[in-house]
């Protein structure tokens, strides 16, 4: 089982990024998917989670309104639109997914039991 997160990338503020995380060795298609990041010296936090069925999703206040996070069920794969990005949003992203079938995605890393490798933004001018 792997997940593999990509579409990482240095960027300028006010700039986008679209990650992508692809899961294969099992379909995740009924359990909840989540992105996570860590930043230089910090500990990783919740970003975004989005539920099985893709109809409802969660984010972390700093970037509610700027990111969306997407699934494609079929295709076993997560995505994180990033919009707006600032320098704070500079870290390591991980792309996580739950190995308990819940109705609602966690927002815990204890939640998950599936992680990516991560992938990398960077926010400078």
């Known amino acids: 089982v792997q997940l593999q997160a990509s579409g990482g990338g240095l960027v300028q503020p006010g700039g986008s990024l679209r990650l992508s995380c692809a899961a294969s060795?099992?379909?995740?298609?009924?359990?909840?998917m989540g992105w996570f990041r860590q930043a230089p010296g910090k500990e990783r936090i919740f970003v975004a989670a989005?539920?099985?069925?893709?109809?409802?999703?969660f984010y972390t206040d700093a970037v509610r309104g700027r990111f969306t996070v997407s699934r494609s069920r079929a295709e076993n794969k997560m995505y994180l639109q990033m919009n707006n990005l600032e320098p704070e949003d500079a870290a390591v992203y991980y792309c996580?997914?739950?190995?308990?079938?819940?109705?609602?995605?966690?927002?815990?890393?204890?939640?998950?039991?599936?992680w990516g490798q991560g992938t990398l933004v960077t926010v400078s001018s």
């Open positions: 996580a997914a739950m190995s308990r079938v819940r109705v609602l995605p966690g927002r815990k890393e204890s939640d998950y039991g599936y």
């Open positions: 060795g099992r379909s995740f298609e009924n359990y909840g």
């Open positions: 989005i539920s099985w069925y893709g109809s409802s999703t």
